[in-house]
């Protein structure tokens, strides 16, 4: 065999996580090469998603903002981390600190993925109320 590929995602909710399971990928493919004589290997690490949390933590404003849009717009909020790529989390490492409000959707990323239309309507209404606290606190 003259070359073999590994793609891998390695998520945590911290950076020092992050790095820990990296190094742990690196040791393992050291493992590896030991029982193959000549071979080398080469690991390359691609940041994608990090923990908006971070960015979070020091913009409080911005979840206070999301709970009491959501409230005026007649609902009573839940909130709770999410894992993974999104664009809350892209968002605010690019300098827009963003929270993930939810869009209405159910069985996401599914063949059966919908939203109905009275939770899109909520959406709408919880946007059109994060607006006006904006306007209103500016």
């Known amino acids: 065999m003259e070359k073999a590929t590994i793609s891998m995602i390695v998520r945590d909710f911290t950076v020092a996580g992050l790095h820990e399971k990296e190094a742990m990928v690196d040791e393992i493919a050291k493992a590896v090469i030991a029982n193959y004589p000549g071979s080398s290997y080469r690991i390359a690490v691609k940041e994608q998603y990090r923990n908006m949390k ?3 933590d020091k913009n409080p404003e911005i979840v206070e903002f999301a709970v009491e849009a959501i409230r005026r717009a007649g609902m009573e909020p839940v909130r709770g981390s999410i894992r993974g790529g999104t664009d809350g989390s892209r968002l605010s490492f690019m300098g827009l600190p963003t929270a993930n409000i939810f ?22 209404s919880t946007i ?9 606190r500016a």
């Open 103 to 124: 869009a209405g959707g159910h069985a996401f990323h599914s063949p059966l993925e919908w939203i109905s239309r009275q939770d899109m309507e909520k959406a709408v």
């Open 54 to 56: 971070e960015v979070l």
């Open 128 to 136: 059109v109320e994060l607006a006006r606290l904006w306007e209103e």
